[in-house]
């Protein structure tokens, strides 16, 4: 019976010893994957630090240039022109006003048809510059007209009006637009399609104006000369080629 209880005890001891090895084992393991992981992590976070390659013939410096050279790129061509245009004390614009496209129908013949008689206003400072003559029942009218106005202040915009004509009642307007000056070139002519717009109905399409524009740059003598003759305003309503109009 001893012997019996001897071989208990001795396996139980036994099995205690085992549990122990085994025991340690696994907190030996759980330590060498823990280390590891850390070392995992740390290899990853070295690595998205590191510079990627570049894989063009750029260098990776100058991929991009500096912000404030991306926000003053912009400006520096109206700048430019803004020097240009303080260096002159007089201008001459010479406009050739081609036609409308796609006017509004102020005078309706019906629920989904109509038409307009539409001419054009110009003017710059609260001063009338010019008037067009009047296209009877035309929403696509063919002014082809130029003629040449005098500038003194090339910052203030030139505004177009567009007014429908009433016969002994008040005219209808049809929308209006600006030409901005500093935006052109000087002694260049250029081709612009301004839209018209109505400053209560800012969503409705209201057509648009074609025309041709050329600022002169002038000295002061001309400025003198012209003050001395009047206004230099050229009228001439019927301008096919806009060369022939100066």
């Not at 710059?124 to 010019?130: E, I, P, Q, V, Y």
């Not at 090339?154 to 016969?167: C, E, H, I, S, T």
């Not at 005219?171 to 839209?195: I, K």
Request: charged residues 30%.
């Amino acid at each position: 019976m001893c012997l019996k209880w001897r071989h208990r005890f001795i396996s139980a001891l036994s099995n205690c010893a085992l549990m122990k090895k085994i025991k340690i084992a696994v907190r030996k393991w759980r330590r060498m994957r823990l280390f590891r992981k850390r070392d995992d992590q740390s290899l990853t976070r070295q690595a998205s630090t590191d510079p990627v390659a570049s894989t063009s013939a750029t260098p990776l410096h100058s991929a991009r240039p500096p912000v404030e050279l991306l926000q003053l790129e912009p400006d520096e061509g109206q700048r430019f022109r803004e020097q240009q245009l303080r260096q002159y004390a007089f201008f001459q614009l010479r406009i050739h006003l081609k036609r409308g496209q796609n006017l509004i129908a102020m005078d309706k013949n019906g629920l989904l048809s109509g038409t307009s008689d539409p001419y054009v206003k110009f003017k710059a400072g609260g001063r009338l510059l010019h008037k067009s003559r009047i296209v009877y029942r035309d929403l696509n009218p063919v002014w082809d007209e130029c003629f040449t106005v005098p500038i003194e202040d090339p910052f203030q915009p030139v505004q177009l009006k567009v007014f429908d004509y009433d016969w002994g009642l008040q005219d209808d307007f049809m929308g209006s637009c600006y030409l901005d000056l500093t935006a052109l070139e000087l002694g260049r002519s250029q081709d612009l399609v301004l839209c018209l717009r109505d400053p209560n109905k800012l969503n409705q399409d209201m057509g648009e104006i074609v025309m041709n524009v050329t600022l002169y740059p002038k000295s002061q003598e001309d400025k003198d000369q012209s003050a001395e003759v009047g206004p230099i305003v050229k009228d001439v309503s019927a301008c096919v080629l806009p060369d022939k109009c100066d």
